[in-house]
């Protein structure tokens, strides 16, 4: 009799756990994005999905450009004015590229653009980004030729959307601008509105009381690649070094 209670037991705490499973396991919970707008941002608040900044293009699809790292190419064109962008070694312990993403800035030169590669197609895309790179290693092209993704390869240059700089070395002299990205990717019949739900962000009057004092952030890239950054507290700002 003992054994059969217990049975007994455990399917009671069975069905109740399924009922309470079946009842809120699936339910999608609303998380307020703290700046107390709840709608999507790219759609109807005017505000840069990822920098929670208003600007007047903030619902255009965000265009990743891949740019180079190497000492000789630096300071990079176009590089400050980007939302947000990435940096990774290409190769573990090697060099590194970046990937700048852009909605808001028109830069008239971004450079020096460089190859694609596969580990940043899954990032890019994430942001439903449109992809711009110059040519690419055949991990990555193989994803690219097959449809995965929206891009726009310089080896192509569809509508001439990148050129060649005068005076500096292959293959350095790579560059490209927002506008002519903007018009490939219209001739090429890509969707230009953004679709990228953005990030929450905390309003200013928030923030500041949470500022706190500088401090520095080190990334452990090798050799020339290795990178810092130092916040300012007073301007809320990070220099990269």
Known sequence: MKKIKIIIIFLIV???TGFLFWKFG????EIDNLGGNKENNAENSGINPITGLE??????RPIAVMLAEDPITRPLSGIGVADLFVEMPVITGSITRL??????EDPEEIGSARSARHDYIPLAMGFDAIYAHWGGSHFALDKLDAGIMDN????????NAFWQKSGILMPHNGFTSMAR?????????YRLTNKFEGYPHLKISNLKSQ???AGKLTIGYSGN??????YNPETNSYLRW
């Open 225 to 230: 690649y290795r990178v810092y950054y130092e």
């Open 152 to 159: 726009i390869d310089a080896m192509k240059n569809p509508y």
């Open 55 to 60: 600007c007047e293009n903030y619902n255009r």
């Open 211 to 213: 500022i706190s004092k």
């Open 26 to 29: 699936n339910r999608i919970v």
């Open 99 to 104: 990937m700048a993403i852009y909605i808001c």
């Open 181 to 189: 990205l903007v018009n490939a990717a219209e001739k090429l019949g």
């Open 14 to 16: 069975l069905v109740i």
